[in-house]
């Protein structure tokens, strides 16, 4: 068991390395967008701090991808201190900030519940800010006009970019939340390979035990230890 216990942790410890990789390269960039992958200690609670700016919109989502039972708490906490989000024992969620104030947002996971596991708990955080929209539309308007552009809507040009950005966003994210899953997927299908593994093996030396113990047993119900004299 207590061998189990420990290819368990370095598993979960290289499957950690693998996606916090990927996930560094995905959260640089220019926006507010992040992913990030953790190990959650038993019987602790982690928390994170998301800043944001006042009348944006923030949408957060998190996933277990190994531990037992697969499950964690989570709860999402405003700048002013107000809970707005409180789930118990969950496997996954996706929860939205329609109105977003100016602060810090904590983001709290909690496996005080259990006592042995750890989990690994992947989560992202995706913010949408009016004050990017509003430099963004700044930048449009001091753009010069010339005489090449002056026959296109300088505003469908903007639109189409816009929508073509957003549909972009949003494959970035479903591609990384797929890639954790995928990861997810591969721990498990590799745990249980092991766990197979190591039960066959032991199922095949107590059945060759238990044959040559009847064997055994046989020859010795047909020995004639008795001497007969003539």
Known sequence: MGCEWRMMSAGLCLL??????????????????????????????????????????????YQVIAGSGLVVGFALISPTGYRLVSDFRRSDGIHMVDSTEDGDYRLCFDNSFSKLSEKMVFFEVNINSERSSVGGSNEWEDMAITESMGEYNMEDIRAQMDSV??????????????????????YLLEDNLWRVSFWSCLSLLVMLFVAVTQIYTLKRLFDDTKRVCT
Do not use: P
């Open 16 to 61: 950690t390395s693998l996606i916090l990789t990927v996930d560094l390269t995905l959260g640089f960039g220019s926006n507010k967008d992040m992913q990030f992958t953790f190990l959650l200690s038993a019987g602790s609670t982690e928390c994170f701090y998301q800043t944001t700016a006042r009348s944006g919109s923030m949408e957060v989502g």
């Open 165 to 186: 950005y957003q549909h972009l966003e949003r494959s970035r994210q479903i591609l990384a939340v797929l890639r954790v899953r995928e990861a997810r997927d591969r």
